[in-house]
């Protein structure tokens, strides 16, 4: 499966420009590529003014996205701000070729920002399965915490993260991707934002794609950038039954 990671540089709150600008550039993909994957609030910035940016679920952004997806037969995950029955949700999309959808709620709210205080927090997983591939797409500060993502009870192969996680603590962005696909011997693709936003935070973006070893198969990128990765299954599935660490990992319960 051919995955393009769209590294962004968003502008604060402007969705009719980062939208323009995220149509410019999956038009320019090649016609190959089967999922596309944006960060995280991608049409506004990572904003805790969620009254002055939301849609409803089926609002234009979606509308556009599914146009994207459809003209370009490729899968498109990102997330944005939706307003649903008086609640603020950062809502990630993955939207199939078909215009069709799923949703995941982002879970873990970032406290520092103050982000559960005007969002709801998510309270599913989501399990795409795509063109033969189990997919799990979180957001962001999900990534801090592991029981969250671990493979067990579920079935995936592939974690997707959309994230705007700042540069001050990419160290700690870089080592968790790498654990999370050596722990689950997943791959793992996470795309980051990049610039700097109004409250002077700046984003570097270390977008960047792993195999089910930690290996790298796009090491971190900076600036605005695309790039495209392949990942494979039979390489993968003989991994996984060679090196039967998941057969010992602890059984636990999410409550």
Not at 57 to 80: D, F, P, R, V, Y
Not at 95 to 124: D, M
Not at 178 to 201: F, H, L, Q, W
Not at 203 to 224: C, F, I, K, R, V
Request: glycine share 4%; with cysteine; net charge negative.
């Amino acid at each position: 499966m051919k995955i393009a990671l769209l590294q962004l540089d968003t502008l604060w709150e402007d969705k009719v420009a980062n939208l323009e600008n995220v149509t410019e550039l999956i038009g320019s993909l090649p016609d190959d590529v089967d999922l596309v994957v944006l960060p995280e609030m991608f049409t506004t910035g990572f904003t805790m003014n969620p009254e002055v940016v939301a849609e409803e679920e089926q609002g234009k952004t979606l509308q556009i996205i599914q146009e994207l997806a459809l003209n370009k037969q490729t899968a498109i995950t990102g997330s944005w701000v939706v307003k649903e029955e008086n609640n603020y949700y950062n809502r990630l999309f993955f939207v199939f070729p078909n215009k069709s959808y799923k949703t995941y709620n982002k879970r873990h709210l970032f406290t520092l920002a103050g982000e559960e205080k005007v969002y709801k927090p998510g309270n599913k997983k989501l399990i795409v399965s795509y063109k033969g591939w189990n997919i799990c797409p979180l957001v962001c500060y999900d990534l801090r915490f592991p029981v969250y993502s671990r493979i067990v009870n579920q079935n995936y192969d592939l974690l997707v993260y959309v994230a705007s996680w700042p540069d001050r603590r990419i160290d700690a962005w870089d080592a968790l991707l790498k654990a999370r696909a050596i722990e689950n011997m997943s791959y793992v693709v996470a795309v980051n934002r990049c610039g700097t936003d109004p409250n002077s935070v700046f984003y570097s973006g270390h977008s960047q794609a792993l195999d089910y070893m930690g290996s790298y198969l796009q090491p971190p990128m900076t600036n605005e950038n695309v790039k495209i990765i392949t990942i494979e299954k039979e390489p993968f599935l003989k991994a996984r039954t060679k090196l039967a660490f998941l057969n010992d990992t602890d059984n636990f319960e999410i409550k």
